[in-house]
């Protein structure tokens, strides 16, 4: 791989210890998938935070490090809120940790947003070059956004903000992020489906990257909620959705044309070759996922907010509610900064008995694993909390979420 020389000063340690280990890293990784050089970033998004997840060798390797971001740089959700971990039943001594693991960050320029939902907080440019680690925040990224960003690790996001770059590989080019499967919708779905939906089609993606032809237009918190879930149960970084998201211009603009016509006609799901969408197609049994969405009686615990709520789904929630008081525990996860704009609803929501819950969430929490089974209304939350927390899982709409929880 090709380095400036100043590149190849920090690669050398001309420039400390913690910088050359950062260089290292990237250089390593764009080695391995073949980059030709480093691309500076516009942000970093850093996954590793939690207490529950990285323990005292992540901690140990965190506060080793000495150096300054050179880019806006957030962290992901950590294993509490910094407020109200009393409440949520964490002990003094993860409580502990977790502040240090923090004070590491903060050392080292990164701010204690600690987010899956970045894009609230300031919303990337088409076509800016980022270096994000939460799953499901590239997906959106990627594909809500048209922003370019791989599924870094912990490290490899950290060293991009250390060094202020990243290799040029991978969905940083062009040709890295056409569509490689057609996923076919026939029938209309909405909200929480589109969870299930990611969370049913992952698994047959893997690492592709799927253009869905759907029957109804999603919002953006829908296809938040898709992507979270194909990155959670696959290993999806981008996504297209025909006619919806922002990025199939890449495609030539003589095939786009005969994509578009062609796809008026309703039946015709026999694609010839010339026409833009991949031949590979998988018809989704949208029977898996309607029955997914019936699994979630007796939940002990109804979390909300993964990926972390924006303010449409506050409003969403507050609706559901109909000005009733919750009966059972129930949380909603948001980040601390996007919140503060929310502050009347948050007030609203608390008043109903909900907990919302700053910086933190369902999954990186160790506040979760009391409970006996959790009613979510995500793809993600569905996957990851039986494996992360030891708790089983189901899935509902956000309506059924809520009348759950005043039953
Ligand atoms: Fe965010 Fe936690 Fe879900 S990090 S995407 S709320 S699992």
């Known amino acids: 791989m090709y380095l400036t020389n100043e590149e190849e000063l920090i690669y050398n340690g001309g ?9 290292e890293i990237l ?3 764009g080695d391995i998938y073949g980059a030709d050089k480093l691309i500076p970033i516009k942000s970093a998004q850093i996954a590793g935070v939690s207490y529950k997840t990285i323990g005292d060798a992540g901690l140990e390797w965190i506060s080793d490090l000495k150096g300054t971001a050179k880019v806006p740089a957030v962290l992901n959700p950590m294993g509490m809120d910094r407020n109200a971990w009393e409440s949520m039943g964490i002990d003094r001594i993860f409580a502990d940790k977790q502040e240090e693991i923090i004070r ?3 050392r080292l320029g990164i701010k204690a947003e600690c987010t899956c939902t970045p894009y609230y907080l300031e919303r990337p440019r088409f076509g800016d070059h980022l270096a994000w680690s939460e799953s499901s925040a590239v997906c959106f990224a990627n ?5 370019r960003t791989n599924r870094e690790g912990g490290p490899s996001a950290l060293a991009a903000a250390l060094v202020g770059k990243t290799a040029e590989y991978g969905l940083h080019i062009n040709e890295n992020r056409h569509p490689t499967v057609t996923i076919k919708v026939k029938e209309p779905i909405h909200g929480a489906e589109y969870g299930a939906l990611g969370y049913v089609v992952g698994p047959k993606v893997g690492d592709g990257i799927p253009i869905f032809t759907l029957k109804t237009t999603p919002s953006e918190d829908e296809l938040k909620h898709l992507g979270a879930a194909l990155a959670a149960s696959g290993a999806v970084a981008m996504f297209h959705v025909l006619d919806v998201t ?5 495609l030539p603009p003589e095939r786009m044309e005969v994509g578009r016509k062609e796809l008026e006609n309703e039946n015709d799901w026999q694609v010839p070759s010339r026409y833009f969408l991949p031949r590979n197609n998988i018809e989704v049994d949208l029977n ?8 979630h009686s007796e939940p002990d615990l109804i979390a909300l907010g993964c990926p972390h709520a924006s303010t449409a789904e506050l409003e969403d929630i507050l609706r559901a509610l109909k000005g009733r008081k919750v009966k059972k525990e129930v949380w909603v996860c948001v980040g601390r900064s996007a919140a503060e704009k929310d502050a009347g609803l948050i007030d609203a929501l608390r008043q109903s008995g909900i907990k ?3 910086d933190t969430c369902m999954v990186v929490s160790p506040a979760a694993n009391h409970f006996k089974k959790m009613m979510v209304n995500s793809g993600k939350a569905l996957k990851y909390v039986p494996s992360m927390c030891g708790v ?3 899935i509902g709409t956000t309506e059924e979420c809520i009348e759950e929880a005043c039953r």
Do not use: H, R
Not at 15 to 23: A, D, E, I, N, Y
Not at 246 to 250: A, G, M, N, T, V
């Open 15 to 23: 420039q400390g210890p913690t910088l050359q280990k950062m260089m």
């Open 27 to 29: 250089v390593a990784l």
């Open 104 to 106: 590491a960050y903060e």
């Open 143 to 147: 594909s809500v956004l048209g922003a």
């Open 246 to 250: 922002p990025e199939q211009y890449i």
């Open 288 to 295: 898996a996922v309607k029955k997914l969405m019936q699994e």
């Open 356 to 358: 919302v819950l700053y």
């Open 392 to 394: 089983e899982a189901g």
